[in-house]
T-cell receptor, first 113, second 114 residues
């Protein structure tokens, strides 16, 4: 079963608007990561937030983490058409003696000029 | 900077045929992973490796086998392809154990089983 689940499944906004995507997870984590996938391409790492951090910034990206609610959000400010992509959260899952990276189903973001 | 390279990029198989997908990374990463991506399902972990000579099962390992004979290569095999294995396959690698480091992804292999 998937550890992280994103919400909403799809988001459509105009250029210049902010986009917020949410991720909920089921079990305790050490860190949480966000990835981006352009259509037909592989995933690209955006940001990693540790379980003892509450907020992290990278350029126009802002990620928050609330471990008490087992949730994270990704905010993209002043969105651009080039931000159109799918965004995934990924969390660690420990089983079989090893940590693994487990992804959610993703949020499809469409930014219209 | 090659990063993670997957071969082939596209493939069409007939039911029952076998094939091997190759993943190569040039970053000296210890950890390597194979995921499959299906519409609405996100990425699901098939198998992974924590170092040369090691392999372990992920979420959906049935119908697949893997080998990591060399540190830089991680092979995914389908012994007898089924239409349910039609998917986009992604290989990824990371230097440390997740979640302590980012994973680098290949460009994907689109496999169709007819």
């Amino acid at each position: 079963s998937q550890q992280g689940e994103e919400d909403p499944q799809a988001l459509s906004i105009q250029e210049g608007e902010n986009a917020t995507m949410n991720c909920s997870y089921k079990t305790s984590i050490n860190n949480l990561q966000w990835y981006r996938q352009n259509s037909g391409r592989g995933l690209v790492h955006l940001i990693l937030i540790r379980s003892n951090e509450r907020e992290k910034h990278s350029g126009r990206l802002r990620v928050t983490l609330d471990t008490s609610k087992k949730s994270s959000s990704l905010l993209i400010t002043a969105s651009r058409a080039a931000d159109t992509a799918s965004y995934f959260c990924a969390t660690d899952s420990f089983s079989g003696g090893y940590n693994k990276l487990i992804f959610g189903a993703g949020t499809r973001l469409a930014v219209h000029p | 900077n090659a990063g993670v390279t997957q071969t082939p990029k596209f493939r069409v198989l007939k039911t029952g045929q076998s094939m091997t997908l190759l993943c190569a990374q040039d970053m000296n990463h210890e950890y390597m992973y194979w995921y499959r991506q299906d519409p609405g399902m996100g990425l699901r972990l098939i198998h992974y490796s924590v170092g040369e000579g090691t392999t372990a099962k992920g979420e959906v390992p049935d119908g697949y086998n893997v080998s990591r004979l060399k540190k830089q290569n991680f092979l995914l095999g389908l012994e007898s392809a089924a239409p349910s294995q039609t998917s986009v396959y992604f290989c990824a690698s990371s230097y440390f154990s997740p979640p302590n480091t980012e994973a680098f992804f290949g460009q994907g292999t689109r496999l169709t089983v007819v």
